[in-house]
């Protein structure tokens, strides 16, 4: 490309008094092209927040990596187990026994069925963030008195089985268990009175309104159990190697053990997160195709208009690959253009959120009070390539048409 091309297409794409319709045409392109990378980046960013968001809460409330058995068979040789995971992972950072279990569940208004965990309270603080999320009360389950005066076992319960339930920090709680492994056939279910200690809100409704947190060894006692836990808990230096991780595990663990890592046991939300970040991507490009369109139907005006000139400048030795690079730099004038203004606001407009959240959310619905934000450069980086190469794509067929016109033809033109 030569500078005398250059100079042509930014004059054809100029305002000028008799094809000022033209150029209105091209700048109503150019904020088509704008408005839809806008969108895309700000749709994009606003997907990753969120899903970061998401992906916080779930390694905060579950472990990065857990080691359990088929069937749920006790584990009896935990510690060594844990020992050896230990020694063969370097990245392990802490560990922690634990059970599950469903069990009943009755305040003096409600019953109920949830799934509790049994844990040791210092050590599950390594491995889970739930005693950060402790709204009121306290993170314990060490023996409380009750109002009678008796001790009893301190209960941790999320938000929404609290509300349910009708409890406040203080009250009792029976743990009802109807099919205890060493129960005689016919034999009443077990039982066990707890005094609430805390109660946590992450904001997730399927964590707040199902789980409870008991001392492990009370939960061993309910279950007859001796000392067997049902799984251990892991944390590691990287969450994101966690599958990688749970894969070696497998390696030397023998049956009847596995590993599982958060992404698995996730395995759900996270493929509907991707799909929609997807979805959106697709549906808002149809915004900078429109306006790709639009190019096509500007350039086409273009060449309609100024068919003239055109013929003067075959005649005068213009090559057909040069009258095609002339209209192609045209649209792409307004493709760079348009991505450039559209992807910098959009930019700008995220960093401004990020720094000073002044997009709020209602409190009482989501769990952060700010729209999360969350700009990431490859997604950037596609958003510019994609703008530009369909804008690009989208001066192929006018620019051919024009390379194409007879310039005796073109000459006579009126």
């Known amino acids: ?37 806008f969108a895309l980046v700000v749709a994009l960013a606003a997907v990753n927040g969120f899903e970061e968001e998401v992906t916080a809460q779930m390694i905060g409330k579950d472990a990065h990596l857990e080691i359990m058995s088929y069937n749920g068979e006790p584990i009896e040789s935990y510690d060594s187990l844990t020992r050896e995971a230990k020694n063969r992972d370097s ?3 802490a560990s922690s026994p634990f059970i599950i279990y469903k069990v009943g569940i009755s305040s003096k208004k409600v019953n109920d069925g949830i799934v509790i965990y049994g844990i040791d309270a210092e050590s599950a603080k390594g491995v889970t963030d739930i005693y950060k999320y402790i709204k009121w009360g306290e993170y314990s ?11 009893r076992p301190g209960i941790i319960l999320g938000s929404g089985l609290a509300n349910r339930l009708r409890v406040v920090v203080g009250d009792k709680l029976v743990l009802q268990l109807f099919q205890s492994p060493d129960e005689a ?10 005094v609430v200690s805390g109660i946590f809100e992450t904001g997730t409704y399927e964590y707040d309104g199902n ?36 894969y070696d595990m497998s390696q030397w663990l023998t049956y009847p ?12 939300l996270l493929k509907w997160m991707n799909y929609e970040k997807f979805i959106v991507a697709a549906v808002i490009c149809l915004i ?6 639009n190019i096509i139907s500007s350039l086409i005006m273009v060449v309609i208009d100024k068919t003239k000139e055109i013929g003067i400048l075959r005649s005068m030795g213009f090559s057909k690959a040069g009258i095609m690079r002339v209209f192609m730099l045209m649209g792409s004038f307004i493709g760079v253009g348009g991505t450039i203004v559209g992807g910098t606001i959009g930019l700008v407009l995220c960093k401004l959120q990020e720094a000073y959240h002044f997009i709020t959310l209602p409190g009482d619905v989501y769990v952060i009070p700010y729209f999360p934000i969350s700009v990431h450069l490859i997604d950037v980086v596609l958003i510019f390539v994609i703008g530009i190469a369909l804008c690009v794509l989208a001066t192929l067929l006018p620019a051919w048409k024009a390379s194409r016109l007879d310039p005796v033809g073109a000459i006579r033109h009126e």
């Open 1 to 37: 490309m030569n500078k005398l091309e250059w100079l042509i297409a930014w004059r054809y794409l100029g305002a000028q008094r008799k094809s000022l319709f033209v150029s209105l045409i091209g700048i109503f392109s150019m904020l088509g092209v704008s408005i839809g990378v």
């Open 91 to 93: 990245n392990i950072v």
């Open 141 to 151: 389950v060490d023996s409380l008195e009750d109002l009678t005066g008796k001790m």
């Open 185 to 194: 056939l016919g034999s009443g279910p077990k039982m066990m009175m707890c």
């Open 211 to 246: 789980l409870a947190y008991i001392g492990l060894k009370e939960m061993q006692k309910l279950l007859g159990m001796g000392d067997a836990v049902m799984g251990i808990q892991f944390r590691i230096k990287d969450h994101w190697k966690a599958g990688e991780a749970a």
């Open 257 to 268: 053990y596995y590993s599982m890592d958060w992404k698995a046991k996730n395995i759900t």
């Open 288 to 293: 900078i195709l429109v306006a790709a369109f």
